[in-house]
Every structure is written in C-alpha cells, then in structure tokens.
C-alpha cells in the first residue's frame, strides 16, 4: 500500500475504525460520521492517489464497480429517491468516494449534502452497529 505522511487518510487521522464497513478490493468502506443522510458511504482506495488517471485502466473499473455496488446495496436498503456518489478530493487529497441516499424524505433534495444546512446526526453504538450489519449483509460482507 501506498502512503503519504501528510494525507489524513494514510495517516489514520480520518475516518474512524468505528465506522468500518470492510473491505470491498481497491476501496475499504467506511460509514460517514454524520449519518443525517442515512447511509452515507465513504469508499476509501487503499492506495495514495489523488486523481483518477494516476489508476490503470483495470482500477478505474474496478473502482466504479466498488462504487456502483455500494450504490445499489444502499438502494436496497432505504427508501431511496437517488444515490448521489461523488469523489472530489478537494479538503482530503486522496481519492475517496461518497456515496450517498437522497431519499424522499429528504429536505432539499435538489442541492447537494455539502449546501443542505443541518445539524449532524451522529449514531449511538447500537443503531450504529445496526447500520453497519444491515449494510456488510446486504453487500455479503462478513
């Protein structure tokens, strides 16, 4: 694995073990702390890069496989009305990959999670590990 002493992520800095969903091939998932978007996925690749051309061809698909699988176990899972799945990189220099359900109940639907105000929803231990079982099951994670 490749690292880089000033990424948060190779420096474990971010995001937390507690939220580990496991290991998917190129990408480990993780479930974001803040869950007022419920489901919201952080795939993280395991290798230091920061932009999508710095993978082989057969990475870019595996990665967007990774991505389109979590999509659709969290589809799944809740009352979906569209799963955004975005990889900017912009604050943490590494590529990850946010997956996350719009579901019908969401507040404002037509802007993106980082422009809808909220106050963040951080999971107790017991729904956040349910969280993380109903995911790893329907994913075939064990």
């Avoid at 990665?63 to 799963?83: D, P, Q, Y």
């Avoid at 507040?107 to 980082?114: A, E, F, R, T």
């Amino acid at each position: 694995m490749s690292h880089n002493s000033s990424c948060q992520i190779c420096e474990k800095v971010w995001p937390s073990d507690d939220h580990y969903i496991g290991d998917l091939g190129l990408t480990k998932a993780y479930l974001f702390d803040d869950q007022f978007f419920a489901g919201w996925t952080v795939l993280i690749l395991k290798n230091h890069r920061t932009e999508l051309f710095q993978l082989t061809r057969e990475e870019r698909m595996e990665l967007i496989e990774e991505v389109s699988r979590v999509g659709e176990a969290l589809a799944k899972i809740f009352e979906v009305r569209k799963i955004n799945s975005e990889l900017l990189g912009n604050q943490i220099p590494h590529i990850h990959w946010h997956v996350i359900p719009r579901l019908k109940s969401d507040p404002d639907s037509l802007k993106p999670v980082w422009c809808v105000s909220h106050d963040p929803v951080r999971l107790s231990t017991g729904f956040l590990e349910e969280r993380l079982y109903q995911i790893r099951t329907t994913l075939g994670i064990f």
